[in-house]
T-cell receptor
Framework: DAGVTQSPTHLIKTRGQQVTLRCSPI?????VSWYQQVLGQGPQFIFQ???????GRGNFPDRFSARQFPNYSSELNVNALLLGDSALYLC????????????FGPGTRLLVL | AQTVTQSQPEMSVQEAETVTLSCTYD???????LFWYKQPPSRQMILVIR??????QNATENRFSVNFQKAAKSFSLKISDSQLGDAAMYFC???????????????FGKGTKLSVIP
C-alpha cells in the first residue's frame, strides 16, 4: 500500500504570494494533520482534519487555512507569504480522528524569497 | 500545555556500539503516548517506537528500546548495535490521550542529530 503522499516536493515563492500544498493519506485513513518544521526545529502542529471537519488548530495566523475533501485528501493554503513561512510542511494521516500513531509523508519544502 | 525537551542537540556513536538519546516532558495528564521518530536526510518522518503511559513495561522494537520513567517524566531511546543507516535526526514526541481542544496533535522536541562513525 502507498504511504502518505505530498505534492509538490519543492516550491519557491516570493513574499506576498499564495501557496497550496496537497496531501493524500494512506488508503483507509480518514484523518489528516499538518505540521510546519522550520530548519533546526521539531515540527509544529498547524491543523487536524477528520471527516472533512477541522478538529484542531495550532498557534498559527489566519493566513493559514486547510480543507479536507470527500476522498480524505487535504490541502493546506497559506496566503500573503512571509519569509518566515519558509519551512518543511509535513502531512500525517491516522486511521481515525483518535488514531494514536501518525504516519508522515515526505513533506513539501517551501522557500519564500 | 505540554512541553518536550531533548537536551542533546548532537550525539555520535561508533558503528556496532550502543547509544542512548534523552527526552524529558512536562504534563499534568496521567494518560498519554510517547513516540520516537527518526528523520533521515530524505526528510520523511519514520516512527521508531511508541510507548503507552499506562503500560509499565518498556517498549522494544528489534535494536530499539526505551526507558520510560513516568514519575520522572523521562523517556530515553536506546539504540543497540548501531548501524550506518541509523544516522538521522531523532525526535521525541508527546500525544495526549484526551482531545481537550478537539484534536490529537503531537508535540515534538527539538531533536537530536545522531551520527554513526564507521
Amino acid at each position: 500500500d502507498a504511504g502518505v503522499t505530498q505534492s509538490p516536493t519543492h516550491l519557491i515563492k516570493t513574499r506576498g504570494q499564495q501557496v497550496t500544498l496537497r496531501c493524500s493519506p494512506i488508503s483507509g485513513h480518514k484523518s489528516v494533520s499538518w505540521y510546519q518544521q522550520v530548519l533546526g526545529q521539531g515540527p509544529q502542529f498547524i491543523f487536524q482534519y477528520y471527516e472533512k471537519e477541522e478538529r484542531g488548530r495550532g498557534n498559527f495566523p489566519d493566513r493559514f487555512s486547510a480543507r479536507q475533501f470527500p476522498n480524505y485528501s487535504s490541502e493546506l493554503n497559506v496566503n500573503a507569504l512571509l519569509l518566515g513561512d519558509s519551512a518543511l510542511y509535513l502531512c500525517a494521516s491516522t486511521l481515525a480522528g483518535s488514531g494514536v500513531t501518525q504516519y508522515f509523508g515526505p513533506g513539501t519544502r517551501l522557500l519564500v524569497l | 500545555a505540554q512541553t518536550v525537551t531533548q537536551s542533546q542537540p548532537e550525539m555520535s556513536v561508533q558503528e556496532a556500539e550502543t547509544v542512548t538519546l534523552s527526552c524529558t516532558y512536562d504534563t499534568s495528564e496521567s494518560d498519554y503516548y510517547l513516540f520516537w521518530y527518526k528523520q533521515p536526510p530524505s526528510r520523511q518522518m519514520i516512527l521508531v517506537i511508541r510507548q503507552e503511559a499506562y503500560k509499565q513495561q518498556n517498549a522494544t522494537e528489534n535494536r530499539f528500546s526505551v526507558n520510560f520513567q513516568k514519575a520522572a517524566k523521562s523517556f530515553s531511546l536506546k539504540i543497540s548495535d548501531s548501524q550506518l543507516g541509523d544516522a538521522a535526526m531523532y525526535f521525541c514526541a508527546y500525544r495526549s490521550a484526551y482531545s481537550g481542544a478537539g484534536s490529537y496533535q503531537l508535540t515534538f522536541g527539538k531533536g537530536t542529530k545522531l551520527s554513526v562513525i564507521p
